[in-house]
């Protein structure tokens, strides 16, 4: 059973950075796409950045581009996302995500596995 422990979230003042790591378990992912959503209180769950495990190609929303970098670590089983320059609109309850297969996903439709996620809270 595949199994995602997210990390690192919490409070944080506008303009600075957080580093969230999501601990995958209970499967070989090396023909994994893992990444990140969000979901900010009343909207909809949203994608943020992807990375595909095999060749480390990566993919951001356009919400978060240049402020974020999503890495693994394959030894720990482990991927992160990097987040600069927080702002308001980047408060909301992120979620590590897992597609059984190397392929892209922007959309929760794509997602096999989620985690529980994490609350990141930006203070103005």
């Known amino acids: 059973q595949v199994q995602l422990a997210e990390s690192g979230g919490g409070l944080v003042q506008a303009g600075g950075s957080l580093r969230l790591s999501c601990a995958a378990s209970?499967?070989?992912?090396?023909?994994?796409?893992m990444g990140w959503f969000r979901q900010a209180p009343g909207k909809e769950r949203e994608f943020v950045a992807y990375?595909?495990?095999?060749?480390?190609?990566?993919y951001y929303a356009d919400s978060v581009k240049g402020r974020c970098t999503i890495s693994r670590d394959n030894g720990k089983n482990t991927v992160y996302l990097q987040l600069n320059s927080l702002n308001s609109q980047d408060t909301a309850v992120y979620y590590c995500?897992?597609?059984?297969?190397?392929?892209?996903?922007?959309?929760?439709?794509?997602?096999?596995?989620w985690g529980p996620g994490t609350q990141v809270t930006v203070s103005s």
């Open positions: 995500a897992a597609r059984k297969s190397d392929s892209v996903f922007v959309r929760t439709g794509h997602v096999d596995y």
């Open positions: 209970g499967d070989t992912f090396s023909m994994y796409t």
């Open positions: 990375i595909r495990w095999n060749t480390g190609s990566t």
